[in-house]
């Protein structure tokens, strides 16, 4: 059986979908399992061994050069080249994990019939209208619950047990300078309102270095991260900003850590992926939903509206780290 799975973004989406596929190819190792997926997280659909095939799309950038002249026939013509990529695979099936109108409508480019989630589970309902199958999965679960169900009804299994996500040995990846141990933190976010105070960030990793003596790393996505980044670290000398990454160096770079700290943003959830110990700094958003997985290495503290103090994120710290 061939299935195109479409789960176009965010990063944290794609890596709360890799324990489904784990499942899946427990109960059903007969299918044959390509992704569609935004080309700046291939990397996070690649770390999964049950994906046969990575097919990268830049709806982004196309959708920005469709509305312009100069470039318009150039981003028509990669649209439609993915389009009869997407039929000539021939497709048993589509599943839109997404629930949203951008990805039942890429969906569809595949020609084949197209299951999801019903008006009452999907983020943007008349994306079910897209659909030939849909599923009831209850709204109020953890994005890796809900990811899990849908595939277990659309597959038809029952998924039991922790969530693994089945995220495969890296390249081996590692700077010439990072020398282990060494801790990692996320400071970085897509929104403002999920940003941990600066101070708090300094106070925190000035008390991390001196009670455990290691050296931080601060990764960054973005020249303005970059230099949010050499803020935090100004004065610091234990205490360094990495070079720009891609994605699967990073997820190499997080696996070698001792400990990762960060606030609720994509690579939170890489760290949570690859199995360090870890702490999610939450603020403007929901643990129970897009939180890290329950375990004895994983500790998530704040909430929507609840800040966390430093002595609060460094106590969590010593619980999770071995």
Same mark, same amino acid.
């Given at each position: 059986?061939?299935?195109?799975?479409?789960?176009?973004?965010?990063?944290?989406?794609?890596?709360?979908?890799?324990?489904?596929?784990?499942?899946? &190819?427990?109960?059903?190792?007969?299918?044959?399992?390509?992704?569609?997926?935004?080309?700046?997280?291939?990397?996070?659909?690649?770390?999964?061994?049950?994906?046969?095939?990575?097919?990268?799309?830049?709806?982004?950038?196309?959708? !920005?050069?469709?509305?312009?002249?100069?470039?318009?026939?150039?981003?028509?013509?990669?649209?439609?080249?993915?389009?009869?990529?997407? +039929?000539?695979?021939?497709?048993?099936?589509?599943?839109?994990?997404?629930?949203?109108? !951008?990805?039942?409508?890429?969906?569809?480019?595949?020609?084949?019939?197209?299951?999801?989630?019903?008006?009452?589970?999907?983020?943007?309902?008349?994306?079910?209208?897209?659909?030939?199958? +849909?599923?009831? =999965?209850?709204?109020?679960?953890?994005?890796?619950?809900?990811?899990?169900?849908?595939?277990?009804? &659309?597959?038809?299994?029952?998924?039991?047990?922790?969530?693994?996500?089945?995220?495969?040995?890296?390249?081996?990846?590692?700077?010439?300078?990072?020398?282990?141990?060494?801790?990692?933190?996320?400071?970085?976010?897509?929104?403002?309102? !999920?940003?941990?105070?600066?101070?708090?960030?300094?106070?925190?990793?000035?008390?991390?270095?001196?009670?455990?003596?290691?050296?931080?790393?601060?990764?960054?996505?973005?020249?303005?991260?970059?230099?949010?980044?050499?803020?935090?670290?100004?004065?610091?000398?234990?205490? +360094?900003?990495?070079?720009?990454?891609?994605?699967?160096?990073?997820?190499?770079?997080?696996?070698?850590?001792?400990?990762?700290?960060?606030?609720?943003?994509?690579?939170?959830?890489?760290?949570?992926?690859?199995?360090?110990? =870890?702490?999610?700094?939450?603020?403007?958003?929901?643990?129970? !939903?897009?939180?890290?997985?329950?375990?004895?290495?994983?500790?998530? =503290?704040?909430?929507?509206?609840?800040?966390?103090?430093?002595?609060?994120?460094?106590?969590?710290?010593?619980? =999770?780290?071995?």
């Amino acid at each position: 059986m061939k299935i195109l799975l479409v789960r176009l973004s965010s990063m944290g989406d794609l890596i709360h979908t890799l324990p489904a596929l784990t499942d899946l &190819a427990r109960h059903r190792p007969d299918v044959q399992l390509d992704w569609l997926c935004e080309a700046a997280f291939a990397d996070i659909a690649r770390l999964h061994s049950f994906t046969a095939k990575v097919l990268p799309m830049q709806w982004r950038q196309w959708r !920005k050069q469709l509305l312009k002249k100069e470039s318009f026939k150039e981003s028509f013509a990669a649209l439609d080249e993915l389009c009869g990529a997407l +039929r000539a695979a021939r497709y048993d099936w589509v599943l839109d994990s997404q629930g949203l109108l !951008k990805s039942a409508a890429f969906a569809r480019l595949a020609g084949a019939p197209v299951y999801g989630l019903d008006k009452n589970s999907a983020r943007e309902p008349l994306a079910t209208w897209a659909y030939h199958r +849909r599923f009831a =999965v209850e709204t109020g679960r953890d994005a890796v619950w809900r990811n899990r169900t849908l595939f277990a009804q &659309a597959f038809a299994y029952s998924f039991e047990g922790a969530a693994d996500f089945g995220v495969s040995g890296g390249t081996g990846f590692r700077l010439p300078e990072m020398a282990q141990p060494y801790g990692v933190v996320l400071h970085a976010a897509s929104r403002a309102d !999920k940003h941990w105070q600066a101070d708090a960030w300094r106070e925190l990793m000035q008390r991390w270095h001196q009670e455990q003596g290691l050296p931080l790393w601060l990764p960054w996505g973005s020249d303005a991260e970059r230099e949010r980044a050499e803020q935090l670290a100004q004065g610091l000398d234990f205490v +360094r900003v990495c070079p720009p990454l891609s994605l699967a160096q990073a997820a190499d770079v997080l696996r070698g850590a001792t400990a990762v700290v960060g606030v609720d943003t994509g690579l939170l959830h890489l760290a949570d992926a690859v199995g360090v110990p =870890v702490v999610g700094i939450y603020t403007a958003s929901h643990p129970h !939903k897009t939180g890290l997985q329950p375990s004895a290495r994983a500790c998530a =503290v704040g909430a929507m509206g609840q800040i966390p103090t430093v002595n609060e994120v460094y106590q969590a710290l010593q619980q =999770v780290m071995p």
